[in-house]
């Protein structure tokens, strides 16, 4: 016997039930958004693999470890995108949006994205994520726009206890000063380093402090924090953004050891935890990329935006014990009493739902009690029930579930009546 298809590790089915939640989340998202005036895109799942190898940076695990190369007979090298910050900006630059009358240009995405990585709770291999990218100003007022928007959603929906992390990794050039100080203390001790931050210290020796690894974290205590290292531009960009986020109200904590995994961010980086949901306790990252959109080879504009895994919010609400409100229930079932009756049930059915009821019948040719049974399930507000008599008058026995209260009425007031008693 050959062994059943099985769905994709890393990947889920998200079934009916579930689904109005993600429903319920998106919306909600997308009201926000519009409040602070952010238009949403939609990109392909699939770009050229060398978006991301520029976009993202060739030596991140992200484009090393877990990109998905796609096969195709074309001469495309294609991958499903692992983030969504790139094919924003490819299309920024294709479609020439810097020369867009509204600038900065705000756009937001909810989709899903792919990782080759080790699935666990809250990691995925297909996930989806919502994220902002706000291209064309380097106003640190804009820094804390994003930050607080990402926030202020998840306050919205009730969450508590967050905290930001918050750092400036410099421009390229601060990046250059700080380099030297690093190494003078990272290359004494190289080879007692595990093996990703031997392998990082050459190309991104930023990243080692960022290593999660005990011993790495002890033998780099004293390492030169990229902090001493900023231009007076970009600590003032640094504390203009910190005075902001304050003005606001919302805490943060300096971290300078946070370095985001992907190339892109210059000055501006961050994330957004929360302890309860352990091994994966990052919620939300972001930052300021502004040499992303040149490095593609656009206009020069600077960027700013994060992204945050909708699984890990709704993980996130879960360990918080906040219920998603999903309405169910229909508004009227239609029960057929006489097989006769049949043609009259599709039609008035069909009737119910052009004037805008929510309504089923059976299909199962199942006995009354049994399509009552059903009604029930559903959630019904109310039943109508066809028999004999009714056919043979041309009405319906109209039943409001809440109340028990039944009346007959003509088959062509049918729909109207309900409408008014559903308004
Ligand atoms: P990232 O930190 O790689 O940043 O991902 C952002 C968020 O996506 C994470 O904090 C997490 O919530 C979610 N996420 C990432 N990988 C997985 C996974 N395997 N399973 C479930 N959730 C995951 C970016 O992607 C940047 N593009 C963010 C950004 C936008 N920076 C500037 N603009």
Redesign the pocket.
Known sequence: MSSSIKIPRGTQDLMPGQVEKWQYVENKIRDICARYNYDEIRTPLFEQVELFLRGVGETTD?VQKEIYRLETKGEEKLALRP???AGVVRSFIEKKLYGAANQPQKLFYIGPMY?Y?RPQA????Q?H?F?V?VIGATDPAVDAEVISLAMRIYQAFGLTGLSVEINSVGTIEDRKSHRAALLDVLNPVREELCEDCRSRIDRNPLRVLDCKNNKCQTLTKDAPSILEHLSDESKEHFSTVLSYLEGLGIPYNVNPRLV???DYYTRTAF?IKMAEIGAVE??????R?NGLVAELGGEDSPG??????V??LLLALEKQNIEIPVATGIDCYVAIQTPDAKGQAFVLVDQLRQAGISAEMDYLDRKMKAQFKAADRLEAKFTVVIGESELANNTVVLKEMATGEQQEVPATELAGLLSSKLS
């Open positions: 992200v983030e969504g910050t990782r990585e809250g990691r995925f291999r996930f994520q994220g990218e985001r995994g992907l994330e990052t919620l939300c990252g972001g930052g990329y700013i935006g994060f992204a945050f895994g699984e890990r």
